[in-house]
């Protein structure tokens, strides 16, 4: 069992425990509130209130402070008072200690139920089994890039609707030169996320190689539509960058990979960038030192000769 199904377990027992305190308290509660009842005094204080209100209001009638009629009428009141609180105090017969008892069983059924498939239509159950696929290939030394695949493909298979499947398979079909499958699980991957700046940028980048560094009106759209969404978007900047320089726009190169520089954060980018730039320098310095020769050479022809 994972580490993470014995936390849920952990998580659950406490709680399963809680909700079966009831079923294990039910006889003892049963007990005292009986208790309770059967010595209960109450309704021998109202009758004993009654029959000192009752003893004053004979004892006013025969000092002649109240009159018969009064007498009657209060009479009447007391005992009208004594009846409501006697039917106040009538209790219905206690239920059985053992009655409801599947209920909790159930309700404890439901709750465990309810907890896993909400962990996994919410839960990263399938992002931990894909760790747990490149873990396991990353430790074995023997493992090689078509086994690595292979496993990575059964994951797509089991989960097409995660989006790390496919951003895992994405890189590793377009190192390995299987653009196709590159382009694949790339469109996969910006069906699931959306045509987010990052994920636009890669699609262009893809096809730009794909199409023999040319920018065909798929890639231009591509560009496009990312610079709208984030003008200073690394990826782009050095796809442009690198389509100047195979133009001889040492210049253009120059300032696109500067600008992706300033853009992004990964140091091996930036290296990359950079020696871009310090190749495009070099054959811009070249071209202008050609320029300036044949200028010279252009003004004076008998030095030539």
Request: proline share 5%; charged share 25%; hydrophobic share 45%.
């Amino acid at each position: 069992m994972s580490p993470l199904w014995i936390a849920l377990a952990l998580l659950l027992v406490p709680a399963l425990w809680l909700m079966s305190v009831p079923l294990r308290s039910a006889q003892r509660v049963h007990d005292d509130q009986q208790a309770f009842e059967a010595n209960d005094l109450g309704a021998q204080q109202n009758v004993a209130i009654f029959r000192r209100r009752l003893a004053s209001l004979e004892a006013a009638k025969a000092r002649g402070e109240v009159s018969d009629e009064a007498f009657a009428q209060d009479k009447l009141t007391l005992e009208r008072s004594l009846l409501e609180d006697t039917a106040l105090m009538r209790r219905r017969a206690l239920a059985s200690p053992g009655s409801g008892r599947l209920v909790v069983p159930l309700v404890m059924v439901i709750m465990v139920m309810a907890s896993l498939t909400w962990y996994y239509v919410e839960g990263a159950e399938g992002d931990l089994a894909l760790l747990a696929v490149q873990r396991e290939l990353q430790a074995d030394p023997e493992a090689t890039l078509p086994e690595y695949l292979a496993r990575l493909e059964q994951e797509a298979a089991r989960q097409p609707n995660n989006p790390n499947v496919w951003a895992a398979l994405f890189p590793l079909y377009r190192d390995s030169g299987r653009s196709t499958k590159a382009l694949d699980a790339l469109n996969q991957l910006i069906a699931l996320e959306g045509r987010a700046p990052s994920l636009l940028a890669q699609l262009a980048q893809l096809r730009f190689f794909m199409a023999g560094r040319e920018l065909t009106p798929e890639v231009q759209a591509l560009i496009d539509e990312t610079q709208a969404l984030d003008p200073r978007e690394p990826t782009i900047l050095g796809l442009l960058g690198l389509h100047a320089f195979d133009s001889g726009d040492y210049e253009l190169a120059i300032d696109r990979w500067r600008r992706a520089v300033a853009s992004v954060n990964d140091p091996d980018a930036v290296a990359s960038f950079r020696e871009g730039i310090r190749v495009a320098q070099e054959q811009l310095d070249e071209a202008n030192a050609n320029a300036d020769g044949d200028a010279n050479t252009a003004a004076n022809p008998d030095a030539q000769e």
